[in-house]
């Protein structure tokens, strides 16, 4: 049984910084590259970024470049979404995401399995 477990949400203030960690098991880790995703209240889930299955290339919405960094240890079958100067639009719930198939995709539906969020919430 795939199961993906999101850790590390939590109510920061603005510019604060968080770092997420995604912990997989059930499946061939190295082998699926890894996304992230939010959704804040009543917004659809949209992308945040995307890993490479070795880790060597990364994909980020045009709205957290430059503030989040997306990486994985495959060792430690988990990946992680570090988070900097946090701002209030930032809150929601953040989902990790596997997918099997090669090459970048930011589309819900291309993602096999998915975790059941962590919450993140900024005051501002």
């Known amino acids: 049984q795939v199961q993906l477990v999101e850790s590390g949400g939590g109510l920061v203030q603005a510019g604060g910084s968080l770092r997420l960690s995604c912990a997989a098991s059930g499946l061939t880790f190295s082998g699926y590259a890894m996304g992230w995703f939010r959704q804040a209240p009543g917004k659809e889930r949209e992308f945040v970024a995307w890993?490479?299955?070795?880790?060597?290339?990364?994909y980020y919405a045009d709205s957290v470049k430059g503030r989040f960094a997306i990486s994985r240890d495959n060792a430690k079958n988990t990946v992680y979404l570090q988070i900097n100067t946090l701002k209030p639009e930032d809150t929601a719930v953040y989902y990790c995401?596997?997918?099997?198939?090669?090459?970048?995709?930011?589309?819900?539906?291309?993602?096999?399995?998915w975790g059941q969020g962590t919450q993140v919430t900024v005051s501002s």
């Open positions: 890993i490479s299955r070795r880790g060597g290339d990364t």
């Open positions: 995401a596997a997918r099997l198939r090669l090459g970048f995709s930011s589309i819900i539906n291309d993602y096999d399995y």
